[in-house]
């Protein structure tokens, strides 16, 4: 390796790099939330129920769940710049796939497909950005690059949207494939291939223990139902939007980017919320969240209020992932300390399977009971996370207390 390769790690150069990861985590952020924007153009070619085209999201979130940590773990071994560049051949099969499928099982089939690229991508995706610069600068890189995937939560949904009612809901995923190929290409030229070497994966013996650690998986337990319930509402909000509040097909776009705002500033917020105090940060969050999903079952049949709730909703949706995140680290430094990118890849699973959930009972309550009762169904399923925090501070405070009087002597 000569001097300059060496020095890599360290140059201005790699924030070429950190853009390339960037623009790939952006992609992978619109298609995992476009999808709710083009739910009722799928609902009208298929000619399929509402819940049933939610599976585009559901399945979507089953398949980053299951399919990200199983692939991430059998590459363990292998270049993290090959399987970085493999896995966005896949994101890109996966949308042509979508794009062209001529029946609503193959449009699943690609989504599953960019799913599995997804959660492998987004579990090596952060290491790759911090090996990329010094220790001092890892925090700034991976702001950066996650920077991609904030910006895509705020304009997913409506270019979606927007899109889908200009040409049709197929050219967005075309759209998508279009920019998996200039990520695919930037990640082949910018990041320097020597420097990613192959990390030892933690035993299994190791990955035992932390699947098997009750604190790590009653917090776990907690994404799923505290994240995942804003998703009962939220993959249906484009037929909310329409059928209940009574906004234009053409205004939907608006609202879910203004929407998408909301959700951008709320992360923003939530990581500042939970530095010092993560638990009760996370209680208020949930609470106040619970509260306004439950008004909106009330405030939906009314334009001005029910758009109000709608922000609301949008600025509560992800403040918790920064917390949970953290704290989920936190516990496995504490614990297993040699699975924490494990953990990481972990919570990610929870949170899209929390999406899934969601999704699943969102569309189980639409076609039992109708899309005006999404709201309080999703407040049921949060106030489920409020219950579980309840416990989790428990267990905290006992397990700081026991060691307050161990220290004594």
């Known amino acids: 390796m000569s001097g300059h390769e060496r020095s890599l790690p360290k140059s201005k150069g790699n924030t070429f790099a ?22 009722p153009a799928v609902v009208k070619e298929f000619t399929i129920s509402t819940s049933t085209a939610g599976l585009i999201v559901s399945m979507y979130a089953l398949g980053v769940a299951v399919g990200g940590p199983i692939l991430t773990s059998l590459t363990a071994k292998i270049s993290r710049k090959k399987v970085l560049l493999s896995v966005m051949v896949l994101f890109i099969i996966g949308h042509i796939i979508t794009a062209i499928a001529p029946t609503f099982s193959i ?16 579990a090596i995706g952060s290491t790759v950005a911090a090996s990329l610069v010094p220790k001092n600068r890892q925090a700034s890189a991976i702001a950066f690059v996650f920077g991609g995937f904030t910006l895509a939560t705020a304009i997913g949904a409506p270019i979606g949207t927007y899109i889908s009612d200009i040409f049709g809901w197929r050219f967005p995923f075309y759209g998508i494939a279009f920019i998996g190929v200039i990520a695919l290409i930037l990640n082949a030229i910018a990041i320097p291939s020597q420097q990613l070497k192959t990390e030892i994966p933690p035993s299994y013996k ?5 699947v098997r650690n009750g604190r790590i998986l009653l917090v776990l ?17 484009s037929p909310i939007l329409q ?31 939970g ?14 969240q619970a509260i306004i999903l439950l008004i909106f079952t009330f405030t939906a049949p009314f334009k001005v209020v029910g758009l109000i709730t709608v922000v609301a909703m949008g600025l509560l949706a992800f403040m918790s992932v920064p917390v949970l995140q953290s704290y989920v680290l936190t516990l496995a430094q504490r614990y297993v300390p040699s699975a924490v990118d494990v953990a990481s890849s972990l919570n990610i699973a929870s949170f899209n399977g929390g999406i899934a959930l969601g999704s699943y009972v969102g569309g189980l309550t639409t076609d039992i009971m109708g899309l005006n009762h999404t709201p ?34």
């Open 376 to 409: 309080w169904v999703a407040s049921i399923m949060v106030l489920l996370g409020v219950l579980l925090t309840f416990v989790t501070i428990g267990l905290e405070k006992k397990e700081v207390d026991i060691a307050c009087h161990s220290s004594i002597p």
């Open 221 to 237: 337990a907690v994404t799923v139902l505290g994240y995942g319930g804003t998703f009962v509402t939220f993959t249906y909000l």
């Open 107 to 122: 449009v699943l089939t690609g989504r599953i497909l960019s799913a599995f690229a997804h959660g492998v991508f987004f």
């Open 206 to 210: 190791d990955q035992l223990k932390l």
């Open 18 to 39: 950190l853009f390339a990861l960037a623009a790939t985590f952006f992609g992978v952020g619109v298609t995992e939330f476009i999808s709710v924007g083009v739910l």
């Open 243 to 273: 059928e209940i509040m009574g906004i234009a097909a053409k205004n939907v776009s608006i609202i879910l980017f203004i929407y998408g705002i909301a959700i951008a500033i709320g992360n923003a917020i939530g990581g500042r919320f």
């Open 275 to 288: 530095d010092r105090k993560p638990l009760k940060a996370l209680l208020y969050m949930f609470s106040v």
